[in-house]
Every structure is written in structure tokens, then in C-alpha cells.
């Protein structure tokens, strides 16, 4: 099985070399999470459309440069392009300039730092959810996949119990508690 990683740069090397399918999914993985974010901002769906677009030119645009070396995921990348458009064009739409960072007094509310900033908080976020993963993994089963089951399926405790053979939800409930307290010392042991 391929790692994420390779995904993603097989995914970019696709876009660069201009194939459709590429565009197609980069659109399908990432449009809905970036034009929802926009929308609770005070968008439109045609703002969204339109700045999911320019994201996407952007992104091409890069991945045609030798030099380009995507450190995060395109998603993340992309999410950071599009909110930096849409301070700009909410800035250049109101009179008085909209601040993209906090008034720290330096001069330095450049449209780039706040780009960088957005860019930095997105990678820091993945790199969590990576840490997760792999606490996961080193939980084991059927810890592993009871955690999933409830946080990423929704499945109800009555649900698995009956999946997983426990006697009843309340057991599985306990077992649930259990494994979440695990998997937690497994994961703040590797951030130290």
C-alpha cells in the first residue's frame, strides 16, 4: 500500500502534466470542505466557485515550476490559497482594509505572512491528525476499531455491541472509555 505522501505527489505530478482526472479528483476531495468554509465567511457558492477556481490555477501554476516542492497536503494547500483570496477580495471590497492578522504593531500584515501563517496552522493540524493515526496503530485491535466504529462511523454503542459481541451497550460503552484513556497516553507519549 502506497503512503500518503506518495499519493499526493503521483496526484500533483498528474496536474502538472495537465490529466483531467487529476483536476477531477483535487476538485472532488477538496471543493465541498473549502466552499463551506467560505460560505460560514460570509460567501457565496459563486464566491466559492470562483476562488476554488483561482486556487486550482494557482495550484497548476506551481506544480508546472521544477523547483516546487508541496510540504503539506494539496488540500491543505489549496484551503490556505483560497482563504488568502478571500481576505484579499474582502479587503479590496470595503472601504477600509480588512486585517489579515492581529494588529501586532510591526508592519508586517502583508497578505503573504497571513498566506504563511494559514499555511503553518494547516501543516501543524496534520501533523496532529498523523500522530493520531499512528497511536492508532499502535493501539491495536480491537481497541482500534471499536474507536472507529464510534468516532469516524457513528455507530451507535448499541451498534457495538452487537458488532463486537459485547453482552451489552453499557460493556461496550466501558470498553469504549477504556480504550479512548489508551489510545490518549499512547498519543501524549509521542508528542513529547
Same mark, same amino acid.
Given at each position: 500500500?502506497?503512503?500518503?505522501?506518495?499519493?499526493?505527489?503521483?496526484?500533483?505530478?498528474? !496536474?502538472?502534466?495537465?490529466?483531467?482526472?487529476?483536476?477531477?479528483?483535487?476538485?472532488?476531495?477538496? +471543493?465541498?470542505i473549502i466552499s463551506g468554509?467560505?460560505? &460560514?465567511?460570509?460567501?457565496?457558492?459563486?464566491?466559492?466557485?470562483?476562488?476554488?477556481?483561482?486556487?486550482?490555477?494557482?495550484?497548476?501554476?506551481?506544480?508546472?515550476?521544477?523547483?516546487?516542492?508541496?510540504?503539506?497536503?494539496?488540500?491543505?494547500?489549496? +484551503?490556505?490559497?483560497? &482563504?488568502?483570496?478571500?481576505?484579499?477580495?474582502?479587503?479590496?471590497?470595503?472601504?477600509?482594509?480588512?486585517?489579515?492578522?492581529?494588529?501586532?504593531?510591526?508592519?508586517?500584515?502583508?497578505?503573504?505572512?497571513?498566506?504563511?501563517?494559514? !499555511?503553518?496552522?494547516?501543516?501543524?493540524?496534520?501533523?496532529?491528525?498523523?500522530?493520531? @493515526?499512528?497511536?492508532?496503530?499502535? !493501539?491495536?485491535?480491537?481497541?482500534?476499531? !471499536?474507536?472507529?466504529?464510534?468516532?469516524?462511523? @457513528?455507530?451507535?454503542?448499541?451498534?457495538?455491541?452487537?458488532?463486537?459481541?459485547?453482552?451489552?451497550?453499557?460493556?461496550?460503552?466501558?470498553?469504549?472509555?477504556?480504550?479512548?484513556?489508551?489510545?490518549?497516553?499512547i498519543f501524549y507519549a509521542?508528542? @513529547?
Amino acid at each position: 500500500m502506497q503512503s500518503p505522501i506518495n499519493i499526493e505527489q503521483q496526484l500533483l505530478a498528474a !496536474l502538472a502534466a495537465g490529466e483531467r482526472e487529476a483536476t477531477e479528483q483535487i476538485y472532488r476531495q477538496n +471543493f465541498t470542505i473549502i466552499s463551506g468554509w467560505l460560505i &460560514k465567511n460570509g460567501g457565496s457558492a459563486a464566491d466559492a466557485a470562483d476562488l476554488f477556481q483561482e486556487a486550482m490555477v494557482v495550484l497548476f501554476s506551481k506544480s508546472q515550476e521544477e523547483e516546487f516542492r508541496l510540504s503539506c497536503k494539496i488540500g491543505t494547500y489549496l +484551503f490556505a490559497i483560497s &482563504k488568502h483570496l478571500w481576505y484579499k477580495r474582502l479587503q479590496r471590497q470595503s472601504k477600509e482594509p480588512v486585517p489579515l492578522l492581529d494588529n501586532t504593531g510591526d508592519g508586517e500584515e502583508e497578505g503573504g505572512i497571513a498566506y504563511e501563517d494559514d !499555511l503553518n496552522a494547516h501543516q501543524e493540524r496534520e501533523a496532529h491528525y498523523e500522530q493520531l @493515526d499512528a497511536a492508532l496503530d499502535q !493501539l491495536g485491535e480491537p481497541c482500534r476499531s !471499536l474507536l472507529k466504529a464510534y468516532y469516524h462511523h @457513528d455507530k451507535s454503542m448499541q451498534e457495538i455491541a452487537a458488532s463486537f459481541g459485547y453482552t451489552n451497550p453499557d460493556n461496550a460503552k466501558t470498553q469504549k472509555y477504556k480504550c479512548l484513556a489508551r489510545l490518549r497516553k499512547i498519543f501524549y507519549a509521542g508528542i @513529547d
